[in-house]
């Protein structure tokens, strides 16, 4: 059995059959951190959580901010969340649109959509696994900097010690 993973995955999707479908396919791959909000204004109200990936639908109802609108809003309060858009239009110049704007997918509702997307989440969680690795080794490679100029510094004085 697969571990569970708590990856905090923020479903923003106005039909509430389709988010509910989509909440229990990524239960069943062990996605546990699921939270689903009906509209944008909800979802911006709720990113103090710090998602890690938000599954926004492009076209979220009347009188409601649109999937462009909250991804605006996401990339200003945290450049670090994944946003895939979820569309019934099958559009390559809003899909173009919408990675130009920051979103790192577009998947269109169809019967393949619910596997691209875990497939994506797969690949979302193999590259933050990476960024991870490659911050730690930053840090660490700038630590080792800092104990060889401290050791230098220490062989220097105690040298000049020596000397004297």
């Keep these: 059995m697969a571990k569970p993973d708590y990856t905090l995955i923020f479903i ?18 062990n996605f546990m951190n699921i939270r689903i909000f009906s509209n944008g204004e909800e979802c911006i109200k709720n990113l103090g959580q710090k998602p890690d990936v ?4 492009y076209m979220l109802g009347d009188g409601k901010k649109d999937g462009m609108d909250v991804l605006k809003v996401i990339r200003k309060h945290n450049e670090d969340t994944q946003v895939v858009f979820l569309t019934a ?5 809003i899909a173009t649109q919408t990675i130009k704007l920051g ?3 577009y998947v269109v509702k169809s019967e393949g959509a619910i596997e691209r997307i875990r497939n994506i989440l797969r690949r979302i969680k193999f590259e933050n696994h990476i960024k991870k690795e490659n911050r730690m080794l930053r840090r660490s490679r700038r630590i080792i900097i800092y104990i060889i100029l401290f050791l230098l510094f220490g062989i220097a004085v105690l040298g000049s010690l020596y000397w004297w």
């Design 12 to 29: 923003v999707e106005d039909d509430a059959a389709f988010a509910t479908v989509l909440m229990h396919a990524l239960e069943k791959k």
């Design 54 to 57: 938000v599954l926004l639908d």
């Design 89 to 93: 239009v099958d559009d390559l110049e």
């Design 103 to 105: 979103a790192y997918d």
